[in-house]
């Protein structure tokens, strides 16, 4: 019976003692780590540069090959005799080598920030000397993966605290080329508020309807950087995506007039040598949303005949009051009954016809596309409840026998009472571009845009990022049906929405004001819930952030647990073993 137990005893001991080292090395947070040449840091030895590095000689190369030519196997010694007569001596005419191009200097010009320019500027050299260039930065974290070879590099703003050089080759007439390296620049500046833009993030662009506009998305003054739109995160130029009457200039000046609220997102697209190609983009939505006093609710001119409305904006106007400068203004609100009466007055037996139009071409063949209203050509009697806030240019004509009268009209709904937020999520630096809307129900919307193809839509729970990654989080006023209620005076100097207070439920989470965003970074893993506030609403959105490989989840258990645990399991280990050692003992004494 003695041999049944001993197994069981060795066994428990050893897993005891076992579960009590891993225990123990768990609570202390040790591990084997290991080191590849890829994780040097900054302090790393940097690559040395050669202040004049001239062309080497063919008597250098010569002299290299024939040290690395293996011997060749010996052959069989001739019988010697003494009439042999030694060879004479091979010589060599060594070629001519041109002269190396006098080294002049080369300095980095400009100031080291997002999005300007740097220029390099050589002195000393001789007259006819051509250059080609190379610029490199070194940076604690991103690699320097493709050199730019004009002589201007824009400074990408993905390389804060970065210092660039420039490396110019320099060949005068008839001479081999001579190459010179820069000093390094001041570390690169990156403005939170200001420069981190077009990093795949997203913008709300607010105009006055009906109206000329012309909002410059340049991220700075800087002539040398150029833009173009599409419908996605990536590829090439596409001006269809605009909304139709917006056009976006190489410059970064979005303009033109805008009817309807919201338009439809595009993408905006900008280069910088570190990301070429329109490598850095935004998304862009354009909102039209009308001022206060936009409609006055009532028509001016002469003629017979009148036309009441009745809802939010109500006014009189008349069969020829209106033109095209001086539209009739009939205004309703999002959600609640409208109607206004074109008929006019006509002798009995006297035949009429109301036709609706549209100004625009695209809207020709149906005049309230996109609306909620509808319009009787019986009656002349325009009615409905329209949950789309935005501005309709309309043209009514109204035909009494053989003669046609024609009435302009402009017809703006307005946003309802604002009940809540629609929020924005950006994952910072994603190029996939992993977005969520957040609706005022709580419905997430997620929409990533894989290999900066067209986007897929898709319904979660919640966002879920990396831990240590940053979120750009954007909020704007809504009414029930989604309509954004904030007006242009709400609005910063760029007709960017301005920003919500947000705040996090996680003390570590660093939150910083970013433009008219919000950055939230989550240094820890677990669930991160934002509360985002403005304008008297309030949005919640609970976070899921996941532990990148190799990191442990932070949950905020007692780290001292483990050890005790582990305590308990060495004693259990020691009691076992002690207790086998005794018994075999006693059984070598009988």
Known sequence: MQHVHRPVVRRTAAFGATIAIVSAAS????????????????????????????????????????????????????????TATPAAPTTSTPAATATATPAGTVAVT???????????????WPAGTTFTYAWHFRHPVVIDSQPATDRTYVVDPELADATVTVTVTGTAPGATP??????????????????LRFIYGSRVVSVTPDEPFSVSLSPAPNPDLRFFANGSIGGGPDPSALPTGVTLSEDGVLSGTLHRSPSEGFWVHVSTPFHPGGGLSERILLSAIPEAGDGDGAGSGTGTGSGTGTGTGTGTGDVAGSTPESPLRLEATAGEAFSHDFAVDTAPGEDVRYTLRSPSPELADDPLRGTDFRFDQRTGVLSGSGTTAGLSSLIVDTTVGDRTTTRYVELAVRP?????????????????????????DGTVTQTVFPKGGPGRSTTVSRPSVPQSSTLDVRATPVDRWGNFTARYEDLDGDGSAIRSDVRSDVATDVVTPDGAAVRVRFPHASTHTLTISRGGATAVVPITVVPRDGQLAFTGADTTAPLAASGGLLTVGAALLLHRARRHLRRGRA
Do not use: H, I
């Not at 620049?185 to 420069?195: G, K, S």
């Open 27 to 82: 609570a202390f947070g040790l591990g084997a780590t290991s080191a590849t040449a890829e994780s040097a840091g900054p302090d790393a030895t940097p690559t040395s540069t050669s202040t004049a590095t001239p062309t080497p000689t063919s008597a250098s190369t010569t002299a290299a090959a024939t040290t690395a030519t293996p011997a060749a196997t010996p052959a069989p010694a001739a019988t010697p005799t003494d």
């Open 110 to 124: 400009g100031t080291p920030r997002a999005w300007r320019t740097l220029t390099a500027t050589t002195s000393g």
């Open 178 to 195: 001579t190459t010179v390296t820069s000093a390094p620049t001041a570390p690169v500046v990156v403005d939170q508020e200001e420069d």
């Open 416 to 440: 309802g009472a604002t009940t809540g937020l629609q929020a924005w999520l950006t994952l910072v630096g994603d190029p996939q571009l992993r977005e969520w809307k957040v609706d005022q």
